[in-house]
Structure formats: C-alpha cells, structure tokens
Nanobody, 115 residues
Framework: QVQVVESGGGLVEPGGSLRLSCAVS????????MAWYRQAPGKQRDLVAGITGGRITNYADSVKGRFTISGDNAKNMVYLQMNSLKPEDTAVYYC?????????WGQGTQVTVSS
C-alpha cells in the first residue's frame, strides 16, 4: 500500500547542484525514518544521509557540508539537496523510508557527475 517514487536525478557538471525528491504515498500516519542511500558502479549501497524521529542522524563523511537531507511528513516528501557535486558522487540514489516497522525503498534515480 506504500509507494516510494524518486525524481530529480540526471547529468550534472562537477561543481553543480541537484535536488532529489522522494514522494511517499499510501495510508499511514507518519514516516519515522527518512534516508537516502547511493550505490556506485561496482560498490555496495551506502547510507548518504538520514532523519529519524525528526532529527538528522547521519551524513556520510564524504558528503558533509555539501548535501542536505530534509523531510516533510505532512506532505510525505523526502529531499536531498546536493551541492558542489563531484564525479565520485556518481551513483544510483535510493530513497528509504520506514513506516512503523516496515522499510520501503524507492526505485532509484541515476545521478551522473561528469564534464
């Protein structure tokens, strides 16, 4: 009954910016955990940033100072603002939400940082 749909990925020049959006639909009271993960080619899926109980709990060291996670429970939206993008940020980015005890994943959106 819950769907997680991501958008906002694409090709961007190094130093550029993108904002990823994640729309969560379904019947539920609230989203407890919101997070973004990414998976680069040949790499495992790693946590980028997360919010639990309304507090930002995680930023990967590699994105601190450049990325900002935010959420809007009233609108059931999760965002990732990405600034000063680097080629090493290239990956498929996944939205993750936990509602009650159940985790849901988005389909992923490709972010490519290249000249």
């Amino acid at each position: 009954q819950v769907q997680v749909v991501e958008s906002g990925g694409g090709l961007v020049e190094p130093g550029g910016s993108l904002r990823l959006s994640c729309a969560v639909s379904g019947n539920f009271f609230s989203i407890y955990t919101m997070a973004w993960y990414r998976q680069a080619p040949g790499k495992q899926r790693d946590l980028v940033a997360g919010i639990t109980g309304g507090r930002i709990t995680n930023y990967a060291d590699s994105v601190k100072g450049r990325f900002t996670i935010s959420g809007d429970n009233a609108k059931n939206m999760v965002y990732l603002q990405m600034n000063s993008l680097k080629p090493e940020d290239t990956a498929v980015y996944y939205c993750y939400v936990r509602i009650r005890t159940v985790a849901y994943w988005g389909q992923g959106t490709q972010v490519t940082v290249s000249s």
